[in-house]
């Protein structure tokens, strides 16, 4: 059996790494990120990265440190409203932007990692997001193509994993984490907890897409915006 579990994320990502390279990161705002690799990729200085993913983190923490040491050239996203430094990067044309609807960024992903090239949805019709792409009529509506997205590293946040790469995300970190771990040449997992038997219907990713894991060293799991009541009398 190849040995899949890495001593950290140094050695994880050696020999992955270029500049120029593009890297699918999982998560849901700041939920189910990949922290720790993040910061591997950080200390790695690795530049000029087309980064996609669902939000561009926030100002201090997931790819937003990335944004902040200007090793990300571009975004394929379809949230940045939490970031400054992302704005202020944008406007001062320093950052490029390929802005994609949530749903249509997941198929997109989904599709990448299936091998399939393009599909055709509804969703950005008449807008400027369908401005220059292929528009073909289905029943009589009006529908543009939108092109799967691959990825040189796809790097993930598990809950549980076994010794073979089998994964488990929780909650809502199985949002975008299961169809970015198919769109990468190399996927790397970083694994809150080793369990020596997944039971194979609760796996969420299998093994195949798998190449490379470590176990998690940051798990901070941030609340992006938090709301409280004021307690009445």
């Not at 020999?15 to 939920?31: E, P, Q, S, W, Y």
């Not at 923490?61 to 902040?68: E, I, K, S």
């Not at 749903?103 to 969703?123: D, N, Q, S, V, W």
């Not at 949002?175 to 907890?193: H, S």
């Amino acid at each position: 059996m190849v040995q899949k579990i890495h001593d950290d994320a140094a050695s994880a990502l050696d020999g992955i790494l270029f500049d120029g390279m593009t890297i699918v990161a999982g998560g849901f705002g700041l939920c189910g990120i990949p922290e720790t690799l993040i910061d591997g990729l950080l200390q790695s200085g690795v530049g000029n990265i087309t980064a996609i993913s669902n939000n561009a983190g926030v100002d201090d923490f997931g790819l937003g440190l990335l944004l902040a040491n200007r090793q990300i050239r571009k975004m394929i996203a379809s949230y940045v409203g939490e970031n400054k430094e992302f704005e202020r990067q944008y406007l001062a044309g320093e950052l490029e932007l390929e802005f994609v609807p949530q749903g249509t960024l997941a198929e997109r992903i989904r599709a990448g990692g299936a091998g399939i090239p393009a599909f055709y949805t509804r969703t950005g019709v008449g807008t400027i997001l369908a401005q220059d792409k292929e528009i073909r009529q289905f029943d009589g509506q009006d529908y543009v193509m939108e092109s799967g997205l691959t990825a040189d590293l796809g790097i993930v946040k598990a809950w549980r994993a076994d010794r073979f790469g089998n994964l488990v995300y929780r909650k809502s970190a199985r949002n975008f984490n299961p169809m970015v771990a198919t769109a990468g040449k190399v996927t790397v997992a970083e694994v809150e907890e080793f369990v020596d038997f997944i039971e194979p219907d609760q796996v969420h990713t299998p093994s195949i897409y798998v190449q490379r894991m470590i176990a998690a060293t940051r798990n901070e799991k941030r609340i992006e915006q938090r709301t409280v009541s004021k307690e009445t009398t």
